[in-house]
Protein backbone atom coordinates (compact mmCIF):
# COMPACT_ATOMS: atom_id res chain seq x y z
CA UNK A 1 0.00 0.00 0.00
CA UNK A 2 1.37 3.36 -0.89
CA UNK A 3 2.24 5.99 2.15
CA UNK A 4 -0.16 8.46 0.53
CA UNK A 5 -3.25 6.65 0.93
CA UNK A 6 -2.02 5.22 3.89
CA UNK A 7 -2.13 8.75 5.52
CA UNK A 8 -5.09 9.30 4.02
CA UNK A 9 -7.39 7.08 5.60
CA UNK A 10 -5.33 8.07 8.63
CA UNK A 11 -6.23 11.81 8.51
CA UNK A 12 -9.99 11.05 7.32
CA UNK A 13 -10.10 8.91 10.24
CA UNK A 14 -8.93 11.19 12.12
CA UNK A 15 -10.90 13.83 11.16
CA UNK A 16 -14.05 11.61 11.87
CA UNK A 17 -13.03 10.90 15.04
CA UNK A 18 -12.58 14.96 15.93
CA UNK A 19 -16.07 15.20 14.58
CA UNK A 20 -17.01 12.34 17.56
CA UNK A 21 -15.44 13.95 20.42
CA UNK A 22 -15.78 18.22 19.05
CA UNK A 23 -18.95 18.42 20.98
CA UNK A 24 -17.22 17.81 24.21
CA UNK A 25 -14.45 20.12 23.76
CA UNK A 26 -16.64 23.00 22.95
CA UNK A 27 -19.05 22.10 25.75
CA UNK A 28 -15.81 22.20 27.74
CA UNK A 29 -14.38 25.30 26.76
CA UNK A 30 -17.45 27.30 27.05
CA UNK A 31 -18.30 25.82 30.65
CA UNK A 32 -15.43 27.74 31.98
CA UNK A 33 -16.67 31.40 30.20
CA UNK A 34 -18.55 33.75 32.13
CA UNK A 35 -21.77 35.16 30.86
CA UNK A 36 -20.45 38.42 29.76
CA UNK A 37 -17.44 36.74 27.64
CA UNK A 38 -20.10 34.17 26.27
CA UNK A 39 -22.58 37.09 25.27
CA UNK A 40 -19.73 39.13 23.65
CA UNK A 41 -17.34 36.43 21.85
CA UNK A 42 -20.00 33.74 21.48
CA UNK A 43 -19.32 30.13 21.98
CA UNK A 44 -16.53 29.72 19.46
CA UNK A 45 -13.54 31.80 20.97
CA UNK A 46 -11.46 30.03 23.57
CA UNK A 47 -11.80 30.70 27.57
CA UNK A 48 -9.91 34.31 28.86
CA UNK A 49 -9.49 32.81 32.17
CA UNK A 50 -11.34 30.00 34.31
CA UNK A 51 -14.34 31.28 35.11
CA UNK A 52 -15.92 28.54 37.72
CA UNK A 53 -18.52 30.21 38.95
CA UNK A 54 -21.10 29.13 36.58
CA UNK A 55 -20.25 25.52 37.38
CA UNK A 56 -20.45 26.14 41.08
CA UNK A 57 -23.80 28.06 40.72
CA UNK A 58 -25.23 25.32 38.77
CA UNK A 59 -23.98 22.62 40.87
CA UNK A 60 -25.59 24.31 44.04
CA UNK A 61 -29.06 25.17 42.24
CA UNK A 62 -29.32 21.57 41.54
CA UNK A 63 -28.19 20.61 44.75
CA UNK A 64 -26.21 18.36 42.17
CA UNK A 65 -24.19 16.22 45.11
CA UNK A 66 -27.29 15.12 45.89
CA UNK A 67 -27.77 13.58 42.72
CA UNK A 68 -24.55 12.19 41.78
CA UNK A 69 -25.37 10.33 45.67
CA UNK A 70 -28.78 8.83 44.42
CA UNK A 71 -26.83 7.88 40.52
CA UNK A 72 -24.53 5.90 42.73
CA UNK A 73 -26.81 4.25 44.83
CA UNK A 74 -29.02 3.44 42.28
CA UNK A 75 -26.90 2.12 40.06
CA UNK A 76 -24.46 0.48 42.59
CA UNK A 77 -27.04 -1.40 44.37
CA UNK A 78 -28.37 -2.41 41.01
CA UNK A 79 -25.54 -3.70 39.73
CA UNK A 80 -24.74 -5.72 42.58
CA UNK A 81 -28.45 -7.39 42.63
CA UNK A 82 -28.43 -7.94 39.34
CA UNK A 83 -25.37 -9.58 39.01
CA UNK A 84 -26.05 -11.68 41.70
CA UNK A 85 -29.67 -12.61 40.57
CA UNK A 86 -28.51 -13.50 37.27
CA UNK A 87 -25.76 -15.83 38.84
CA UNK A 88 -28.80 -17.72 40.55
CA UNK A 89 -30.69 -17.88 37.42
CA UNK A 90 -27.61 -18.51 35.06
CA UNK A 91 -26.22 -21.44 37.59
CA UNK A 92 -29.84 -23.55 37.05
CA UNK A 93 -29.45 -22.53 33.45
CA UNK A 94 -26.16 -23.34 32.39
CA UNK A 95 -24.69 -25.75 34.64
CA UNK A 96 -28.04 -26.93 36.54
CA UNK A 97 -29.54 -27.61 33.01
CA UNK A 98 -32.91 -27.65 34.24
CA UNK A 99 -35.47 -29.00 31.92
CA UNK A 100 -37.16 -26.58 29.82
CA UNK A 101 -34.12 -24.39 29.56
CA UNK A 102 -34.47 -23.13 26.20
CA UNK A 103 -37.34 -21.71 26.79
CA UNK A 104 -36.25 -20.45 30.08
CA UNK A 105 -33.68 -18.16 28.28
CA UNK A 106 -36.01 -17.62 25.62
CA UNK A 107 -38.02 -15.82 28.01
CA UNK A 108 -35.33 -14.02 29.70
CA UNK A 109 -33.85 -12.75 26.04
CA UNK A 110 -37.67 -11.71 25.47
CA UNK A 111 -38.01 -10.14 28.79
CA UNK A 112 -34.88 -8.00 27.92
CA UNK A 113 -36.27 -6.37 24.86
CA UNK A 114 -39.77 -5.35 25.83
CA UNK A 115 -39.79 -1.81 25.26
CA UNK A 116 -40.09 0.27 28.83
CA UNK A 117 -43.19 1.93 27.50
CA UNK A 118 -44.64 -1.61 27.74
CA UNK A 119 -44.25 -1.96 31.89
CA UNK A 120 -44.23 1.82 33.20
CA UNK A 121 -48.14 2.64 33.77
CA UNK A 122 -48.43 -0.54 35.33
CA UNK A 123 -45.11 -0.80 37.29
CA UNK A 124 -46.25 3.28 38.11
CA UNK A 125 -49.56 2.40 39.22
CA UNK A 126 -48.51 -0.96 41.18
CA UNK A 127 -45.37 1.30 43.19
CA UNK A 128 -48.33 3.59 44.24
CA UNK A 129 -50.77 1.14 45.46
CA UNK A 130 -47.41 -0.82 47.45
CA UNK A 131 -46.23 2.41 48.62
CA UNK A 132 -42.81 2.79 47.08
CA UNK A 133 -43.65 5.63 44.31
CA UNK A 134 -41.10 7.75 44.56
CA UNK A 135 -38.52 6.31 46.57
CA UNK A 136 -35.15 4.93 45.07
CA UNK A 137 -35.81 1.80 46.15
CA UNK A 138 -38.42 1.27 43.69
CA UNK A 139 -36.39 2.30 40.73
CA UNK A 140 -33.47 -0.28 42.18
CA UNK A 141 -36.27 -3.12 41.87
CA UNK A 142 -37.24 -2.61 38.74
CA UNK A 143 -33.62 -2.17 37.07
CA UNK A 144 -32.28 -4.79 38.81
CA UNK A 145 -34.96 -7.30 37.58
CA UNK A 146 -34.59 -5.69 34.09
CA UNK A 147 -30.99 -5.88 33.88
CA UNK A 148 -30.57 -9.17 35.51
CA UNK A 149 -32.47 -10.48 31.92
CA UNK A 150 -29.55 -9.49 30.19
CA UNK A 151 -27.18 -10.92 32.70
CA UNK A 152 -28.98 -14.45 32.69
CA UNK A 153 -28.59 -14.67 29.03
CA UNK A 154 -25.18 -13.88 28.61
CA UNK A 155 -23.64 -15.75 32.04
CA UNK A 156 -26.03 -18.94 31.02
CA UNK A 157 -24.24 -19.36 27.51
CA UNK A 158 -21.15 -18.61 29.41
CA UNK A 159 -21.67 -21.06 32.72
CA UNK A 160 -22.85 -23.65 29.70
CA UNK A 161 -19.39 -24.00 28.62
CA UNK A 162 -17.77 -24.29 32.25
CA UNK A 163 -15.13 -27.33 32.42
CA UNK A 164 -17.55 -29.91 33.71
CA UNK A 165 -14.30 -31.49 35.52
CA UNK A 166 -13.61 -29.02 38.02
CA UNK A 167 -17.75 -29.15 38.79
CA UNK A 168 -17.24 -33.05 39.18
CA UNK A 169 -14.07 -33.12 41.06
CA UNK A 170 -15.64 -30.29 43.73
CA UNK A 171 -18.42 -32.86 44.03
CA UNK A 172 -16.41 -35.87 44.82
CA UNK A 173 -14.62 -33.96 47.48
CA UNK A 174 -17.98 -33.71 48.76
CA UNK A 175 -19.47 -29.95 48.16
CA UNK A 176 -22.78 -29.17 47.66
CA UNK A 177 -24.25 -27.07 44.92
CA UNK A 178 -24.77 -24.44 47.27
CA UNK A 179 -20.52 -24.15 47.72
CA UNK A 180 -19.65 -25.18 44.48
CA UNK A 181 -21.76 -21.85 43.14
CA UNK A 182 -20.01 -19.84 45.96
CA UNK A 183 -16.67 -21.83 46.17
CA UNK A 184 -16.05 -22.61 42.50
CA UNK A 185 -18.39 -21.12 39.99
CA UNK A 186 -18.53 -17.43 41.15
CA UNK A 187 -14.54 -17.14 41.86
CA UNK A 188 -13.59 -18.51 38.49
CA UNK A 189 -16.42 -16.52 36.31
CA UNK A 190 -14.87 -13.31 38.02
CA UNK A 191 -13.97 -11.70 34.57
CA UNK A 192 -17.26 -12.15 33.28
CA UNK A 193 -19.15 -11.07 36.47
CA UNK A 194 -16.68 -7.95 36.57
CA UNK A 195 -18.00 -7.20 32.84
CA UNK A 196 -21.19 -7.07 33.91
CA UNK A 197 -21.28 -5.38 37.39
CA UNK A 198 -19.37 -2.54 35.27
CA UNK A 199 -22.28 -3.07 32.14
CA UNK A 200 -25.04 -2.56 34.63
CA UNK A 201 -23.52 0.23 36.59
CA UNK A 202 -23.51 2.33 33.55
CA UNK A 203 -26.34 1.21 31.82
CA UNK A 204 -28.89 2.05 34.67
CA UNK A 205 -26.89 5.68 35.01
CA UNK A 206 -27.76 6.10 32.22
CA UNK A 207 -31.35 5.34 32.23
CA UNK A 208 -33.88 7.45 31.49
CA UNK A 209 -37.86 6.91 30.88
CA UNK A 210 -38.31 4.88 34.28
CA UNK A 211 -36.75 7.35 36.62
CA UNK A 212 -38.46 9.97 34.98
CA UNK A 213 -41.44 8.77 35.73
CA UNK A 214 -40.59 7.17 38.93
CA UNK A 215 -38.70 10.20 40.80
CA UNK A 216 -40.72 13.12 40.64
CA UNK A 217 -39.32 14.81 43.95
CA UNK A 218 -36.24 16.57 43.48
CA UNK A 219 -34.69 14.37 46.53
CA UNK A 220 -34.73 11.21 44.93
CA UNK A 221 -33.85 12.36 40.92
CA UNK A 222 -30.35 10.96 39.32
CA UNK A 223 -28.10 13.25 37.78
CA UNK A 224 -30.04 12.03 34.18
CA UNK A 225 -33.59 12.98 35.07
CA UNK A 226 -32.59 16.16 37.08
CA UNK A 227 -30.55 17.43 33.96
CA UNK A 228 -33.11 16.19 31.35
CA UNK A 229 -36.23 17.73 33.14
CA UNK A 230 -33.89 21.12 33.57
CA UNK A 231 -33.22 20.95 29.89
CA UNK A 232 -37.31 20.26 29.05
CA UNK A 233 -37.70 23.07 31.16
CA UNK A 234 -35.95 25.33 28.86
CA UNK A 235 -34.93 27.71 31.69
CA UNK A 236 -31.25 27.47 31.47
CA UNK A 237 -28.83 30.35 29.80
CA UNK A 238 -26.00 29.40 27.37
CA UNK A 239 -23.54 29.55 30.15
CA UNK A 240 -26.07 27.64 32.88
CA UNK A 241 -25.99 24.97 29.93
CA UNK A 242 -22.63 24.31 29.59
CA UNK A 243 -22.18 24.12 32.91
CA UNK A 244 -24.76 21.11 32.94
CA UNK A 245 -23.19 19.42 30.20
CA UNK A 246 -20.09 19.48 31.19
CA UNK A 247 -21.08 18.18 34.48
CA UNK A 248 -23.38 15.65 33.34
CA UNK A 249 -20.58 14.69 30.86
CA UNK A 250 -18.14 13.96 33.60
CA UNK A 251 -18.66 11.48 34.99
CA UNK A 252 -19.48 9.40 32.16
CA UNK A 253 -15.97 10.30 30.98
CA UNK A 254 -14.52 9.23 34.22
CA UNK A 255 -16.34 5.62 34.32
CA UNK A 256 -15.29 5.63 30.46
CA UNK A 257 -11.40 5.94 31.08
CA UNK A 258 -11.70 4.12 34.12
CA UNK A 259 -13.73 1.08 32.72
CA UNK A 260 -12.40 1.68 28.59
CA UNK A 261 -11.22 -1.87 28.24
CA UNK A 262 -14.37 -3.60 30.30
CA UNK A 263 -16.43 -2.11 28.26
CA UNK A 264 -15.25 -2.03 24.83
CA UNK A 265 -14.01 -5.73 25.88
CA UNK A 266 -17.57 -6.38 27.35
CA UNK A 267 -19.84 -5.48 24.07
CA UNK A 268 -17.99 -7.88 21.63
CA UNK A 269 -18.68 -10.76 24.77
CA UNK A 270 -21.64 -9.38 24.71
CA UNK A 271 -22.81 -9.50 21.09
CA UNK A 272 -21.63 -12.71 19.99
CA UNK A 273 -20.69 -15.46 22.15
CA UNK B 1 -36.34 -40.40 37.62
CA UNK B 2 -33.34 -41.15 39.63
CA UNK B 3 -31.58 -39.30 36.91
CA UNK B 4 -33.86 -36.80 36.64
CA UNK B 5 -34.59 -35.76 40.26
CA UNK B 6 -31.30 -34.10 41.87
CA UNK B 7 -31.09 -32.48 37.79
CA UNK B 8 -34.03 -30.59 38.58
CA UNK B 9 -33.02 -29.40 42.30
CA UNK B 10 -31.59 -26.85 40.71
CA UNK B 11 -34.61 -25.00 39.75
CA UNK B 12 -34.77 -24.13 43.06
CA UNK B 13 -31.63 -21.33 42.09
CA UNK B 14 -34.15 -19.74 40.01
CA UNK B 15 -37.01 -19.61 42.13
CA UNK B 16 -35.73 -15.40 43.07
CA UNK B 17 -35.11 -14.81 39.91
CA UNK B 18 -38.46 -16.04 38.85
CA UNK B 19 -40.43 -14.67 41.35
CA UNK B 20 -38.92 -11.23 40.81
CA UNK B 21 -39.79 -11.19 36.72
CA UNK B 22 -43.21 -12.15 37.87
CA UNK B 23 -43.77 -9.27 39.99
CA UNK B 24 -41.58 -6.59 37.42
CA UNK B 25 -41.88 -8.43 34.37
CA UNK B 26 -44.71 -10.35 33.68
CA UNK B 27 -47.78 -9.30 35.80
CA UNK B 28 -46.76 -5.24 34.77
CA UNK B 29 -47.12 -6.36 31.06
CA UNK B 30 -50.32 -8.31 31.83
CA UNK B 31 -51.77 -5.57 33.06
CA UNK B 32 -50.64 -3.17 30.14
CA UNK B 33 -51.60 -5.47 27.83
CA UNK B 34 -55.47 -6.02 29.77
CA UNK B 35 -55.58 -2.21 29.87
CA UNK B 36 -54.61 -1.85 25.76
CA UNK B 37 -58.46 -3.12 25.63
CA UNK B 38 -60.21 -0.56 28.42
CA UNK B 39 -60.98 2.90 28.56
CA UNK B 40 -59.33 4.27 31.95
CA UNK B 41 -58.43 7.73 33.04
CA UNK B 42 -56.02 6.55 35.55
CA UNK B 43 -58.60 6.74 38.26
CA UNK B 44 -61.76 4.94 39.12
CA UNK B 45 -62.49 1.42 37.38
CA UNK B 46 -61.13 0.87 34.51
CA UNK B 47 -64.45 0.02 31.88
CA UNK B 48 -63.86 -2.75 28.97
CA UNK B 49 -63.84 -1.38 25.60
CA UNK B 50 -62.89 -4.42 23.93
CA UNK B 51 -61.08 -3.66 20.01
CA UNK B 52 -62.17 0.17 20.94
CA UNK B 53 -58.45 1.71 21.16
CA UNK B 54 -57.38 -0.41 18.03
CA UNK B 55 -60.22 1.00 15.87
CA UNK B 56 -59.10 4.32 17.14
CA UNK B 57 -55.49 3.70 16.27
CA UNK B 58 -56.24 2.80 12.74
CA UNK B 59 -57.48 6.18 12.27
CA UNK B 60 -55.07 8.51 14.35
CA UNK B 61 -52.84 10.21 11.87
CA UNK B 62 -50.73 11.11 14.70
CA UNK B 63 -50.25 7.73 15.69
CA UNK B 64 -49.48 6.65 12.01
CA UNK B 65 -47.35 9.57 12.03
CA UNK B 66 -45.19 8.35 15.13
CA UNK B 67 -44.34 4.92 13.39
CA UNK B 68 -42.98 6.71 10.35
CA UNK B 69 -40.74 8.83 12.33
CA UNK B 70 -39.70 5.29 13.97
CA UNK B 71 -38.61 3.85 10.39
CA UNK B 72 -36.05 7.29 10.49
CA UNK B 73 -34.84 6.33 13.86
CA UNK B 74 -34.53 2.60 12.06
CA UNK B 75 -32.04 4.19 9.30
CA UNK B 76 -30.69 6.58 11.57
CA UNK B 77 -29.67 3.97 14.33
CA UNK B 78 -29.53 0.82 12.90
CA UNK B 79 -28.93 1.12 8.71
CA UNK B 80 -26.31 4.25 8.76
CA UNK B 81 -24.07 3.31 12.17
CA UNK B 82 -23.51 -0.57 10.73
CA UNK B 83 -22.56 0.37 7.30
CA UNK B 84 -20.53 3.18 8.61
CA UNK B 85 -19.36 0.96 11.47
CA UNK B 86 -18.37 -1.57 8.78
CA UNK B 87 -16.21 0.73 7.00
CA UNK B 88 -14.71 2.62 9.94
CA UNK B 89 -14.22 -0.61 11.81
CA UNK B 90 -12.39 -2.28 9.14
CA UNK B 91 -10.00 0.75 8.16
CA UNK B 92 -9.09 1.18 11.47
CA UNK B 93 -8.08 -2.69 11.90
CA UNK B 94 -6.32 -2.86 8.34
CA UNK B 95 -4.93 0.22 7.85
CA UNK B 96 -4.44 1.40 11.46
CA UNK B 97 -4.26 -1.18 13.23
CA UNK B 98 -1.57 -2.73 10.70
CA UNK B 99 -0.02 -0.40 9.42
CA UNK B 100 0.23 2.79 11.98
CA UNK B 101 -0.08 0.86 15.09
CA UNK B 102 -2.58 -0.78 17.31
CA UNK B 103 -2.39 2.49 20.00
CA UNK B 104 -3.59 4.63 17.51
CA UNK B 105 -6.13 2.31 16.44
CA UNK B 106 -7.55 1.92 19.73
CA UNK B 107 -7.76 5.78 20.86
CA UNK B 108 -9.25 5.99 17.46
CA UNK B 109 -11.64 3.85 18.63
CA UNK B 110 -12.36 5.02 21.89
CA UNK B 111 -13.28 8.73 20.06
CA UNK B 112 -15.65 6.68 18.34
CA UNK B 113 -17.15 5.04 21.24
CA UNK B 114 -17.50 7.70 23.55
CA UNK B 115 -20.67 9.16 23.01
CA UNK B 116 -22.75 5.77 23.80
CA UNK B 117 -21.61 5.97 27.54
CA UNK B 118 -22.98 9.34 27.85
CA UNK B 119 -26.28 9.93 29.15
CA UNK B 120 -28.83 10.57 26.40
CA UNK B 121 -30.10 13.59 28.67
CA UNK B 122 -26.72 14.74 28.76
CA UNK B 123 -25.97 14.28 25.00
CA UNK B 124 -29.68 16.38 24.44
CA UNK B 125 -28.35 19.06 26.56
CA UNK B 126 -25.25 19.17 24.51
CA UNK B 127 -26.72 19.35 21.06
CA UNK B 128 -29.44 21.37 21.76
CA UNK B 129 -26.92 24.56 22.71
CA UNK B 130 -24.92 23.53 19.63
CA UNK B 131 -27.78 23.41 17.52
CA UNK B 132 -29.84 26.68 19.07
CA UNK B 133 -31.53 28.95 16.52
CA UNK B 134 -29.46 31.72 17.88
CA UNK B 135 -26.59 31.72 19.99
CA UNK B 136 -25.71 27.89 18.69
CA UNK B 137 -22.26 27.22 18.15
CA UNK B 138 -23.36 25.42 14.70
CA UNK B 139 -24.97 28.55 13.43
CA UNK B 140 -22.08 30.78 14.85
CA UNK B 141 -20.00 28.40 13.17
CA UNK B 142 -21.66 29.14 9.56
CA UNK B 143 -21.30 32.57 10.38
CA UNK B 144 -17.74 32.78 10.63
CA UNK B 145 -16.64 30.93 7.69
CA UNK B 146 -19.15 32.97 6.07
CA UNK B 147 -21.77 30.55 4.98
CA UNK B 148 -24.58 32.15 7.14
CA UNK B 149 -27.03 31.97 4.80
CA UNK B 150 -26.96 28.22 5.68
CA UNK B 151 -27.92 28.88 9.03
CA UNK B 152 -31.10 27.22 10.34
CA UNK B 153 -33.24 26.84 13.33
CA UNK B 154 -31.86 23.41 13.41
CA UNK B 155 -34.45 21.82 15.67
CA UNK B 156 -36.90 24.31 15.39
CA UNK B 157 -37.99 23.96 11.81
CA UNK B 158 -40.41 21.32 11.07
CA UNK B 159 -39.12 20.32 8.31
CA UNK B 160 -35.98 19.91 9.28
CA UNK B 161 -36.34 18.54 12.38
CA UNK B 162 -36.44 14.99 12.05
CA UNK B 163 -33.01 15.52 10.02
CA UNK B 164 -31.47 16.75 12.92
CA UNK B 165 -32.53 14.86 15.30
CA UNK B 166 -31.18 11.32 13.37
CA UNK B 167 -27.84 13.10 12.91
CA UNK B 168 -27.72 13.09 16.34
CA UNK B 169 -28.44 9.67 16.96
CA UNK B 170 -26.12 8.90 14.40
CA UNK B 171 -23.64 10.27 16.43
CA UNK B 172 -24.67 8.23 19.51
CA UNK B 173 -24.58 5.07 17.98
CA UNK B 174 -21.85 4.86 16.06
CA UNK B 175 -19.90 3.41 18.50
CA UNK B 176 -21.69 0.43 19.19
CA UNK B 177 -21.49 -1.70 15.91
CA UNK B 178 -17.56 0.08 15.39
CA UNK B 179 -16.60 -1.75 18.71
CA UNK B 180 -18.78 -5.23 17.71
CA UNK B 181 -16.81 -5.01 13.96
CA UNK B 182 -12.97 -4.60 15.41
CA UNK B 183 -13.61 -7.25 17.72
CA UNK B 184 -15.33 -9.21 14.74
CA UNK B 185 -12.53 -8.32 13.06
CA UNK B 186 -9.89 -9.62 14.94
CA UNK B 187 -11.28 -12.80 14.69
CA UNK B 188 -11.10 -13.68 11.00
CA UNK B 189 -8.13 -15.64 10.18
CA UNK B 190 -5.37 -13.16 8.56
CA UNK B 191 -4.43 -16.20 6.06
CA UNK B 192 -7.45 -15.25 4.17
CA UNK B 193 -6.60 -11.35 3.75
CA UNK B 194 -2.94 -12.53 2.94
CA UNK B 195 -3.90 -15.55 0.44
CA UNK B 196 -6.14 -12.42 -1.53
CA UNK B 197 -3.86 -10.01 -1.63
CA UNK B 198 -1.33 -12.44 -3.30
CA UNK B 199 -4.21 -13.47 -5.77
CA UNK B 200 -3.90 -9.17 -6.46
CA UNK B 201 -7.24 -8.05 -4.52
CA UNK B 202 -7.61 -4.72 -3.60
CA UNK B 203 -9.01 -3.55 -0.07
CA UNK B 204 -12.09 -3.17 -1.44
CA UNK B 205 -12.45 -6.71 -2.73
CA UNK B 206 -11.49 -8.11 0.16
CA UNK B 207 -13.33 -6.00 2.16
CA UNK B 208 -16.71 -7.08 0.00
CA UNK B 209 -15.38 -10.91 -0.55
CA UNK B 210 -13.90 -11.73 3.19
CA UNK B 211 -14.63 -8.99 5.37
CA UNK B 212 -18.84 -8.85 4.93
CA UNK B 213 -19.52 -12.93 4.51
CA UNK B 214 -17.20 -13.30 7.69
CA UNK B 215 -18.50 -10.52 9.87
CA UNK B 216 -22.15 -11.78 8.66
CA UNK B 217 -22.83 -12.94 12.38
CA UNK B 218 -21.79 -9.69 13.85
CA UNK B 219 -24.25 -7.70 11.46
CA UNK B 220 -27.28 -9.72 12.67
CA UNK B 221 -26.24 -9.05 16.11
CA UNK B 222 -25.64 -4.96 15.57
CA UNK B 223 -29.14 -4.63 12.92
CA UNK B 224 -31.04 -6.50 15.65
CA UNK B 225 -29.47 -4.62 18.45
CA UNK B 226 -29.79 -1.16 16.94
CA UNK B 227 -33.14 -1.23 15.00
CA UNK B 228 -34.96 -2.07 18.73
CA UNK B 229 -32.80 0.50 19.81
CA UNK B 230 -34.37 2.40 17.28
CA UNK B 231 -37.79 1.52 17.92
CA UNK B 232 -37.14 2.38 21.65
CA UNK B 233 -35.59 5.73 21.49
CA UNK B 234 -36.97 8.11 24.05
CA UNK B 235 -34.50 10.29 25.82
CA UNK B 236 -33.21 11.63 22.87
CA UNK B 237 -36.36 13.26 22.09
CA UNK B 238 -37.68 14.39 25.04
CA UNK B 239 -34.53 16.63 25.54
CA UNK B 240 -34.10 17.44 22.25
CA UNK B 241 -37.54 18.18 20.70
CA UNK B 242 -39.87 16.92 22.86
CA UNK B 243 -41.76 15.19 19.65
CA UNK B 244 -41.84 19.12 18.56
CA UNK B 245 -42.29 21.17 16.11
CA UNK B 246 -45.72 19.67 15.59
CA UNK B 247 -45.29 16.29 16.29
CA UNK B 248 -42.83 16.25 13.41
CA UNK B 249 -40.08 14.26 15.90
CA UNK B 250 -42.70 12.42 17.45
CA UNK B 251 -42.38 8.40 18.13
CA UNK B 252 -44.25 5.78 19.33
CA UNK B 253 -42.87 5.51 22.72
CA UNK B 254 -42.66 9.21 23.28
CA UNK B 255 -45.98 8.96 21.90
CA UNK B 256 -47.24 6.30 24.81
CA UNK B 257 -45.86 8.33 27.66
CA UNK B 258 -47.17 11.41 26.94
CA UNK B 259 -50.82 9.81 26.28
CA UNK B 260 -50.13 7.91 29.35
CA UNK B 261 -48.65 10.87 31.69
CA UNK B 262 -50.33 13.68 29.86
CA UNK B 263 -53.34 12.94 28.73
CA UNK B 264 -53.77 10.57 31.33
CA UNK B 265 -55.58 7.91 28.32
CA UNK B 266 -54.19 4.99 29.69
CA UNK B 267 -56.08 2.86 27.79
CA UNK B 268 -55.40 4.07 24.89
CA UNK B 269 -51.29 5.00 25.84
CA UNK B 270 -51.32 0.91 26.61
CA UNK B 271 -52.43 -0.26 23.37
CA UNK B 272 -50.06 2.10 21.65
CA UNK B 273 -47.09 0.22 23.53
CA UNK B 274 -48.77 -3.04 23.29
CA UNK B 275 -48.72 -2.08 19.11
CA UNK B 276 -44.95 -1.35 19.69
CA UNK B 277 -44.11 -4.33 22.14
CA UNK B 278 -45.45 -6.94 18.90
CA UNK B 279 -43.09 -5.41 16.47
CA UNK B 280 -40.44 -5.30 18.69
CA UNK B 281 -40.35 -8.62 19.96
CA UNK B 282 -41.72 -10.11 16.16
CA UNK B 283 -38.07 -8.04 15.12
CA UNK B 284 -36.54 -9.39 17.89
CA UNK B 285 -37.25 -13.46 17.02
CA UNK B 286 -36.42 -12.52 13.31
CA UNK B 287 -33.05 -11.63 13.90
CA UNK B 288 -32.03 -14.16 16.39
CA UNK B 289 -33.26 -16.74 14.00
CA UNK B 290 -30.80 -15.05 11.40
CA UNK B 291 -28.14 -14.58 13.84
CA UNK B 292 -28.39 -18.61 14.68
CA UNK B 293 -28.70 -19.21 10.87
CA UNK B 294 -25.36 -17.10 10.04
CA UNK B 295 -23.31 -18.46 13.70
CA UNK B 296 -24.49 -21.97 12.05
CA UNK B 297 -22.69 -21.71 8.17
Request: proline share 5%; glycine share 8%; net charge neutral.
Amino acid sequence: MTALRRHTVLLALCVAALFMVVPFLIVAVNAVKSPAEYAQDGPLSLPDGLYLDGLKDFWQRVDYSHKLINSVLISGSVAVGAVLLSVLNAYAIGIGRIRGRTWVLAFFVLANMLPQEALVYPVYYLSKQAGLYDTRLSVIIVFTVIQAAFGTYLLSSVLGRFPREILEAARIDGAGRWQVLWRIVVPVSRPTLGVLLVFFFVWTWNEFLLPLVMLISNDNQTVSVALGVLQGQRLMDATMTNAAALLGVLPALVFFLVFQRTLTRGIAVGAVK
Amino acid sequence: MTVRGPRDSYALFLLPGALAFLAVVIVPFLMNTALGFTDWQGVGRPEWSGLDNYRELAHDSAFWASFRHSLFMVVAMAAIPTALGLVLAAALFDYIGTHVGSRVAAILRACFYLPQVLPVAVAGIVWSWILAPDDGTLNALLKAIGLGAWQQDWLGDPDLALSTVMAVLVWVQLGFPLVVFMAGLARIDPHLHEAAELDGAGWWRRFRHITLPQLRPETYVVLTWCTIAALKVFGAVYVLTKGGPGGATDVPSYFSFTTFFEKTQVGYGAAVSTVLTVIILALAVLGLKLQSRAEDL
